[in-house]
Structures are given as C-alpha cells and as structure tokens.
C-alpha cells in the first residue's frame, strides 16, 4: 500500500507564490508516475502537472507554463509543485497522485485560495 499527504496550501494574493509538497509512504518502491491534479466544485479533477518515476516532468495548460513546475526527489519520497504567480483562477484543491501497481493513490487534498 501506499499513502500520500499534501501539504503547503493556503491563503495567498495574487502575484504570491506557494509550494505544494506530497510525501508517500508505504511501498513507495513501487511508485511509478505521480502527479498534481486539481478540483473546483462542480467541475471534474484536473491534471495539472504529472512525473515520472525517472524525474521527468510533463506539466499540462499553457497557463502553467514557466509559472508551474514539478520536482521529484525519490530518496526523500516526495514530489513538489512550485506555483508562482498566482491568479485566482487558480483557486483549488490539489491533490497528489501516485500510481503503483496498476492502483490508484491519491492524497486528501490541500485547499489553495488567491485572493484578488
């Protein structure tokens, strides 16, 4: 099995800048991809960013461009998203995701809300 905690939402202005952390734990040798998605109420979760095992990032949306980036550090079992710039647009839930034999993880979710 595998568990994933979010971390490092929360209340920003616009312009400001938050880190999103995820730790697995468990049987994270058998992690392959992960990634950040996101969800606002009444829409569908959302891919924001994924990984792969190997460090590779594949980020998702021209908004995220330059601005969004993930980072994985697999001896420390985690995977990070820096969001810069943010735009209320942005406003979410984020949650991590891994994917580990043929399972689906995924973490509770932590809240980002900018603020105009």
């Known amino acids: 099995q595998v568990q994933l905690a979010e971390s490092g939402g929360g209340l920003v202005q616009a312009g400001e800048s938050l880190k999103l952390s995820c730790l697995a734990s468990g049987k994270t040798w058998t992690i392959g991809g992960m990634a950040w998605y996101r969800q606002t109420p009444g829409k569908e979760r959302e891919l924001v960013a994924r990984i792969t095992r190997g460090g590779v990032p594949r980020e998702f949306g021209d908004f995220v461009k330059g601005r969004f980036t993930i980072r994985r550090d697999n001896t420390k079992n985690t995977v990070d998203q820096q969001m810069n710039n943010l735009t209320p647009e942005n406003t979410a839930d984020y949650s991590c995701?891994?994917?580990?034999?043929?399972?689906?993880?995924w973490g509770q979710g932590t809240q980002v809300t900018v603020s105009t």
């Open positions: 995701y891994a994917r580990a034999q043929e399972l689906d993880y």
